[in-house]
């Protein structure tokens, strides 16, 4: 008969629910009210916070803290005190060691968070996106379907990224053109916008409010200050159009086929 095995140490709280075949490592904590689907792997030192809900075959790895509530500094400009829903981890889903998914935050389908990722509330990722070693993901975003985002990306709040979009390592986004100052600046706060097959080179910037169109490339150090039009290049500082994206790179030419 399948058994689910919880070690010794392991603390679970009240109205907690674990499917057959679930493993939970020693000193791990479940707090009150979360759901744990079948077959999953819950590794030593884990914290899951109330209500938490996580699909099957998910495995979850030491140190990772899941369904976290936010904190809010007295001079936050993009948090609020609100108490916000539990965490939802998509099915056969992989979170990383000492990585943090906040209350909040909701996770599709083989979801990739890995190591030291941090994935703030009011996030959703989508299903099959990778999401890559120390990146953080802050509060109030989007992400799609089939993405990678990749060693320390940082995507800043209010920020839209479509479906089929590479971020290579290293790139930075921005919401503010104030830079911290003057209250005007609460009226215009707005991440950058990447749609449909974007791609990022390694180490760009995306200053706020930015759109990147479908099947557009931002090169490596760039620093993108207006819209980057559909199938074209662009690069330097600030960038400029460098050339047209070539035929055989363009997202609709590659075959890829979206698993249902």
């Known amino acids: 008969m399948p058994q689910t095995a919880i070690a010794t140490t392991a603390i679970i709280g009240r109205d907690v629910q674990l499917g057959d075949d679930t493993r939970i490592g020693e000193y791990t904590v479940i707090e009150d009210g979360v759901r ?30 899941v369904g976290k509530q936010p904190m809010r500094s007295r001079n936050s400009a993009t948090t609020s005190e609100k108490v916000v829903p539990p965490a939802r981890i998509g099915e056969a889903s992989l979170i990383g060691a000492n990585s943090v998914v906040y209350a909040g935050c909701e996770l599709g389908r083989s979801v990739l968070v890995a190591d030291l990722a941090t994935v703030r509330e009011d996030v959703t990722v989508g299903d099959f996106t990778i999401v890559g070693r120390g990146v ?26 479509e479906d089929r979009v590479f971020v290579a390592p290293g790139v930075l986004t921005s919401n503010d053109n104030f ?23 390694v180490g760009a910037v995306l200053l706020p409010g930015v759109e990147i169109e479908s099947d557009a490339v931002v090169a490596a150090g760039a620093v993108q200050t207006k819209t980057a039009q559909s199938d074209t290049i662009y690069a330097g500082v600030p960038a400029r159009p460098f050339r047209d994206v070539p035929e055989e790179q363009k997202l609709d030419n590659q075959g890829w086929k979206d698993i249902k």
């Open 36 to 65: 744990i689907g079948g077959r999953c792997e819950i590794a030593h030192n884990v914290v899951i916070h109330a209500g938490t809900v996580i699909g099957d075959n998910v495995r979850i790895d030491a140190g990772a803290v």
């Open 179 to 201: 830079i911290g100052r003057t209250e005007e600046r609460f009226k215009h706060f707005k991440g950058a916008t990447i749609r449909r097959g974007g791609r990022i080179g």
């Open 136 to 161: 953080a993901i802050e509060n109030h975003c989007t992400v799609g379907r089939y993405c990678k985002l990749e060693t320390n990306v940082y995507v800043t709040a209010y920020t839209t990224i």
